[in-house]
């Protein structure tokens, strides 16, 4: 028995998807077992990079949902709509669905699984978060019998470019985004990448999976990294840090004993040690790096987007599903596949947050302005770990500090109040560290 897959989208996973199950030689056997029976495009006439019969193609995306002979939907067009109703029709019409869409999944993701599983069909999402990397299943399964502490992840390739090229070359942001740009490693629109939001998606869906519960988007603190700048990187440098746009989902450690763990769900640029795992992650790669009792720490690291990496994803979840179709008689559902979280997570502020921070000021070239500083951060309990005075261009001195771990409501209030001193220029720029 065979199963058939309707494919929405043909686009560059997509592709990648068709030419897996085309070429099912030296591949898992059951793939054998699976047969592409309508693929919808947006334009039928469209010259592409596989020789797909031309029978099988349509614009007709909701006849592919709705198809009585399809047993898999796999969605690949991206974007919000129409690839939210057509998972929800397809899950209406008893299909089970795989999709790369962490945008939908991250939104959404609550009304698609109770339509799925009131459906007993299953929503599967490997690809969505990562690429080619498997991690979403290992949170489901292998590392399912762990208490997960945290996940920290370099999820998004471009960003990570970017960065890394920054830190090679000396080079300022905006330039480095528009060769990025030229070479086909950021959008147009880089909005979604630089910013933080796409990072944001992909570790709701991570934080959702590890810690067993729905996550609001809006309740993850997001910024990107626009505000890098290549000062930053340097000084970085020389304090043994590189500087990585981080999504990071943490255990509260301040609510370990109370009835309620509170989580941090929060992206942004930060601080890497040189001496951690994920200070060596460069270009387009991801890692993601999760810590639990009693596993201690694991590493997943590989390609985090491309056509053969994601689609690679995308068949191992069309896979899954139908090994589970090979042995179930009748819908029911799998309790390491299925997702059943009913409750939302309770997140902690971003004030309550206990981290280090690096800061660089602009001041008049006084004597007595480092003094100053620490009587003013010691006066709201920041402790710092280290002051690097560099020298005085233009008449201001640049001075960089890097606390040890404080509350960031009292590291916040400290900085309002140097703010205003008169020996202060500006606060160019204000970093977490990790």
Same mark, same amino acid.
């Given at each position: 028995?065979?199963?058939?897959i309707?494919?929405?989208g043909?686009g560059?996973?997509?592709?990648g ?29 469209k ?9 099988i193609?349509?614009t ?5 949902a709705?198809d009585?002979?399809?047993?898999i ?6 974007g ?6 057509l ?9 089970h ?5 962490k945008? /939908?999944?991250?939104?959404y ?13 299953? /929503? ?8 080619g ?7 489901? &399964? ?5 208490r ?24 300022d942001?905006?330039? /480095? ?21 796409d ?18 988007l &809006? ?20 304090l043994?840090f590189?500087?990585?746009?981080l999504?990071?989902?943490?255990c509260?450690p301040?609510?370990i004993?109370?009835t ?5 769900l929060?992206v ?6 040189k001496?951690h ?5 460069n ?12 596993i ?6 590989g ?8 689609a690679?994803a /995308?068949v ?9 179709l ?10 390491l596949?299925?997702?059943?979280h009913?409750h939302y997570?309770?997140?902690?502020s971003m004030a ?9 000021f ?7 302005v ?6 003013f951060?010691?006066?709201?309990d920041?402790?710092?770990e280290?002051?690097v005075?560099?020298g ?6 640049e001075?960089?500090v ?8 009292n590291?916040r ?7 205003s ?7 160019p ?6």
């Amino acid at each position: 028995m065979g199963f058939k897959i309707g494919l929405l989208g043909l686009g560059t996973v997509g592709i990648g998807t068709a030419k897996i199950l085309l070429s099912p030689e030296g591949r898992h056997p059951l793939i054998q077992e699976l047969e592409i029976h309508r693929v919808g495009v947006r334009d039928i006439s469209k010259t592409r990079d596989i020789n797909l019969s031309s029978d099988i193609l349509t614009t007709d995306l909701e006849a592919i949902a709705t198809d009585p002979q399809i047993d898999i939907i796999v969605e690949l067009i991206g974007g919000l709509e129409p690839a939210r109703s057509l998972i929800l029709k397809a899950i209406a019409h008893g299909k089970h669905v795989v999709t790369a869409n962490k945008a /939908v999944i991250s939104r959404y993701g609550p009304e698609i699984f109770e339509a799925a599983n009131e459906k007993g069909v299953y /929503v599967m999402l490997e690809a969505a978060v990562g690429g080619g990397i498997p991690v979403i299943q290992p949170l489901k &399964e292998s590392l399912g019998v762990n208490r997960i502490h945290s996940v920290i992840g370099i999820i998004n390739g471009t960003t990570n470019y970017i960065l890394t090229r920054m830190q090679k070359e000396g080079a300022d942001f905006a330039d /480095v985004l528009a060769d990025a740009q030229n070479l086909g490693y950021a959008e147009a629109d880089p909005t979604a990448d630089v910013d933080g939001l796409d990072a944001k998606d992909k570790i709701a869906i991570l934080a959702s999976l590890a810690f067993g519960g729905l996550i609001k988007l &809006e309740d993850i603190h997001c910024e990107g990294i626009r505000q890098v700048t290549a000062a930053d990187i340097a000084y970085a440098d020389r304090l043994d840090f590189v500087i990585k746009l981080l999504a990071i989902a943490k255990c509260d450690p301040n609510s370990i004993n109370s009835t309620t763990d509170k989580l941090q769900l929060r992206v942004h640029p930060t601080l890497v040690p040189k001496t951690h795992p994920l200070a060596s992650i460069n270009d387009v790669y991801n890692a993601i790096l999760i810590e639990g009792e009693p596993i201690g720490q694991v590493m997943f690291f590989g390609p985090g987007a491309g056509s053969g990496p994601t689609a690679s994803a /995308v068949v191992s979840d069309i896979m899954s599903i139908a090994a589970i179709l090979k042995t179930e008689t009748e819908p029911i559902a799998h309790p390491l596949l299925s997702c059943t979280h009913q409750h939302y997570c309770e997140t902690a502020s971003m004030a309550e947050l206990v981290t280090r921070f690096y800061a660089r000021f602009l001041t008049k070239d006084h004597p007595g302005v480092i003094g100053k500083l620490g009587t003013f951060f010691g006066s709201h309990d920041v402790s710092l770990e280290s002051v690097v005075q560099t020298g005085v261009h233009d008449r201001l001195a640049e001075i960089v500090v890097v606390t040890h771990d404080v509350k960031e409501g009292n590291f916040r209030q400290a900085l309002e109040e140097i703010q205003s001193l008169d020996v202060i220029d500006s606060i160019p720029s204000v970093l977490r560290v990790l």
